[in-house]
């Protein structure tokens, strides 16, 4: 079997994306780029890192993407939020990304600071992630990703205004559409077939969460409205404390539910990976999508 240029088995025909958090201490810095270095060998098209509420790891996510550029092959992808800051600001830390040789972006409404009841645009800023993009394609021609939410945004006043917001996004000049993640392949597939309907043509990327804690995975999905099925709710009873029999229905559970969108024509994927290399690796390489590995073991030799 030959090997493409990337480094990577042209049969897996699976493309990646990657999701990181920027580390908060030494330890976690630690684990994060041992992660990354271990998910680099499958060439994702790109490692996008978050910013948190407000832009409170600004600093920080920045450190990490322009690490990515100047230490790694890897194309860097910062999320870039509207809330807690004014346009120019927002498009200084834009100018700033793009002569650091950035050129893909996240670009997100952003979630509201603890505290905030409602959400309130900065009264200088963009009110909304459309707007944002509209402001950053007229900047400079970033390849833009930008959020989609099968299961309806927890703020949308409906599901038609929030596949509307999409459209607009769509339209300012985005890439792609990055889903929340879900764990009903059918819940991906219905949204994916009303976005077709709305006219809305630019790739729908499914984000899959390889699962390492299930109280953990509850909690984050009560606060962005994905579902639980009760399959999986029964799939993790009684698994708190067998870390290894949780990694192992994990694995097989994204697998699954990968499989099952290959086979309705979804060939990219972006993985949650919370900072772990482990499991998103293990799924990957199950499915496929393999480093290259030196002529001499693929000839059967010990290199």
């Not at 030494?26 to 271990?38: F, G, K, P, V, Y």
Request: net charge neutral; glycine share 6%; hydrophobic share 45%.
């Amino acid at each position: 079997m030959s090997i493409d240029p990337t480094g990577v088995c042209p049969a897996a025909a699976l493309r990646v994306s990657f999701e990181f958090f920027p580390p908060a201490d030494a330890a976690m810095e630690a684990t994060l780029w041992q992660s990354i270095e271990r998910l680099a060998a499958l060439a994702p098209r790109f490692i996008s890192v978050t910013y948190g509420a407000d832009g409170s790891t600004r600093e920080r996510t920045h450190n990490v993407v322009t690490r990515i550029q100047r230490e790694t092959r890897l194309t860097g992808a910062p999320h870039l939020t509207c809330i807690g800051a004014a346009r120019e600001e927002i498009l200084e830390i834009g100018r700033g990304y793009w002569e650091r040789g950035v050129r893909h972006l996240v670009a997100l409404r952003g979630d509201m600071p603890h505290g905030m009841a409602s959400y309130q645009p900065h009264p200088d800023g963009f009110a909304y992630a459309a707007d944002l993009v509209a402001a950053l394609s007229r900047l400079a021609p970033f390849d833009i990703s930008v959020a989609a939410y099968p299961e309806v945004h927890p703020e949308a006043r409906s599901a038609e205004a929030d596949l509307e917001n999409l459209r607009r996004k769509i339209d300012a000049g985005a890439s792609r559409a990055i889903t929340q993640f879900f764990f009903d392949t059918e819940v991906f597939l219905r949204f994916r077939d009303r976005c077709a309907r709305a006219g809305i043509r630019a790739p729908i990327v499914p984000g899959i969460l390889p699962i390492t804690r299930f109280p953990q995975v509850q909690r984050f999905a009560a606060r962005c409205g994905a579902s639980i099925p009760a399959w999986l709710h029964e799939r993790f009873t009684g698994l708190d404390e067998d870390h290894e029999t949780r990694r192992l229905l994990a694995a097989s559970v994204a697998i699954e539910q990968v499989e099952a969108l290959r086979r309705h024509g979804v060939r990219d994927f972006h993985f949650y990976t919370l900072n772990r290399a482990e499991l998103t690796y293990a799924i990957c390489y199950a499915l496929g999508l393999r480093p290259a590995q030196p002529q001499a073991a693929r000839n059967g030799v010990p290199a």
